[in-house]
């Protein structure tokens, strides 16, 4: 939930920006101060959402296939960890590792007139691998737990 609240947050606040034009009147401040970070934050958006799922799927699992009633706190701690380095970590990694996105766009961003600033991506061989798979594997993954989990039940 806190990712939807984080994506439509900076759609509400792009939505605002540029209700009555496309017009990037102050790009230097703009660039640094909304736009960058907004884009970079609904890059990773698209990965974020799929790995909660994956998270939530992977409870699931472990519940499913669970034999014990009680866990340890070194069992808790060690699912925190993953949980967070599922959640947190895939999606960081993509926000942070530029070339996944730089490769594959054209300019920086695009502003359509009375919804936001978008980055762009261009449609080219690279694009897949490097911008689409992240979140056809994390999905694949989810699917996995969900089917193994439909089947322990």
């Known amino acids: 939930m806190f990712w939807k609240v984080v994506g439509s947050s900076i759609t509400a606040v792009n939505a605002i920006v540029w209700r009555d034009d496309a017009i990037d009147h102050a790009l230097v401040f703009v660039l ?8 970079r934050l609904q ?3 698209t ?18 296939t669970s034999n014990s009633i009680g866990t340890s706190r070194k069992d808790k701690r060690d699912t925190l960890l ?15 590792l530029p ?6 766009q054209g300019h920086h961003y695009d ?16 694009t897949y691998p490097l911008v689409f798979l992240w979140t056809t594997i994390i999905g694949i ?3 996995v737990y969900c089917i193994l989990t439909f089947r322990a039940f």
């Open 111 to 126: 502003i359509f007139k009375g919804l936001e600033c978008q980055s762009t991506v261009i449609n080219t061989s690279f």
């Open 141 to 143: 993954a989810s699917v």
């Open 43 to 45: 890059v990773s958006i």
């Open 47 to 64: 990965v974020r959402i799929p790995a909660a799922s994956l998270c939530i799927n992977r409870h699931l699992y472990n519940i499913a």
């Open 82 to 96: 993953v949980d967070a380095a599922i959640a947190f970590g895939i999606p960081i990694l993509k926000m942070i």
């Open 32 to 39: 640094m101060a909304f736009a960058t970070p907004a884009t």
């Open 99 to 104: 070339i996944s996105e730089i490769t594959v």
